[in-house]
């Protein structure tokens, strides 16, 4: 495909949505994307019609959704984003950015619920069709801080869920990086210097 397809992944309160309204506005003056090219800004859960209608069901915490149900729904809601959205932009030779993709269901419903590590990579490739991303950048922040961050108040499934599972996100999205090879944004730092690095990154995936 000519276009190219960046994600951005990491655990909530990472920092991860902010960077893409920067990123959102900074790539197409960067000088990196081609003449003509557009980008493309999307996220998961919901980036589709059909996606919002399963997105409700997917966070409300007041939900029994039980975990293969989840996995499926989230299967679902990317293989509408792949085929609806992504790829006939790609084909265009425009650019996509998508805040979060198949590897938040590696690390959410593998290494945080539980599910079966090799269910999930047979259902990443029906819902992905084989797309992978050009370059993945990862929000790598401690668990504790991302907490502190967020503003109390109400909080999604996920964002409920606790400290220890939290953990195991985290650790499932630092296995993924290296597996992957992952690009590591150090979320920690102040926002300017994160910015900066997505930057980098950007940089040196896609400089000619
Ligand atoms: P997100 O939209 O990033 O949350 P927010 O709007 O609060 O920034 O993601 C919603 C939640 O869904 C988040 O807690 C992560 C979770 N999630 C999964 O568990 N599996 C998935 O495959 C995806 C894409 C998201």
């Known amino acids: ?32 994307m081609p003449p003509g090219a557009k980008l493309l800004v999307t996220r998961e859960p919901g980036g589709t019609q059909v996606g919002e209608q399963v997105c409700p069901i997917l966070l409300n915490p007041r939900l029994a959704v039980h975990r293969r149900a989840e996995l499926l729904l989230f299967a679902a809601d990317r293989a509408q984003h792949v085929e609806a959205k992504i790829c006939p932009a790609l084909r265009e030779g425009h650019w996509v950015l998508s805040d979060r993709f198949s590897g938040s269901t590696v690390a959410y419903q593998g290494y945080g619920q539980g599910c079966d590590l090799e269910l999930i990579h047979t259902l990443e490739q029906v819902a992905t069709g ?56 150090p979320a920690g730092e102040p926002r300017g210097a994160v910015e900066a690095a997505v930057q980098a990154a950007c940089h040196s995936a896609f400089a000619t």
């Open 130 to 185: 084989g797309l992978t991303p050009d370059l993945t950048l990862w929000f790598d922040l401690p668990p504790q801080q991302a907490r502190a961050r967020k503003p109390p108040g109400r909080q999604d499934r996920f964002e409920g869920a606790g400290l220890e599972f939290t953990q195991r996100v985290a650790q499932g999205f630092q296995r993924l990086a290296m597996e992957r090879g992952w690009w590591r944004i």
């Open 1 to 32: 495909m000519a276009g190219r397809f960046l994600v951005m992944e990491g655990i909530d309160g990472s920092g991860k949505s902010s960077q893409v309204e920067r990123l959102r506005h900074w790539l197409p003056r960067s000088g990196l």
